[in-house]
């Protein structure tokens, strides 16, 4: 069976990246705004879930691999893009409520790396007057 694009779907497909590429700027631009008025431990916290996101995301992609295709709708571009757009949207609401744990660990690690660095220059400041 082969896989004949046509112009319909040629458009469809255009037209789905283009919408996602406005989405992804979109959102660029809100956590921008939203970043300015959030305090250093808050952008801190934010990080660690965008990390934690990503990985959530790496994960669902390759227990995708795992599992075979479907005979009934076979194998598309559309598929895969759906699959795609669906397991980043899945991996942002696991880890916004909560994930699997790595962002609170993350953050509790780097904050402890951040007051120790903050600590250091303060003594070093203290020093050098």
Excluded: W
């Excluded at 953050?107 to 203290?126: G, H, R, T, V």
């Amino acid at each position: 069976m082969t896989d004949f694009l046509g112009a319909s779907e040629i458009t469809a497909r255009a037209e789905i990246l283009n919408l996602d590429n406005k989405l992804k700027t979109a959102q660029i631009q809100a956590s921008k705004v939203k970043n300015n008025n959030l305090s250093e431990t808050e952008r801190l916290k934010e990080v660690c879930r965008e990390f934690e996101s990503i990985f959530l995301g790496y994960i669902l992609k390759q227990m995708r691999k795992t599992v075979p295709e479907d005979p009934i709708f076979g194998n598309s571009v559309a598929k895969d893009i759906f699959n795609d757009m669906h397991d980043e949207a899945l991996s942002r609401e696991l880890a916004r409520a909560g994930g699997i744990g790595l962002a609170s660990i993350l953050y509790k690690q780097l904050s402890q790396i951040a007051i120790a660095s903050y600590n250091q220059n303060k003594i070093n400041n203290d020093l050098s007057k």
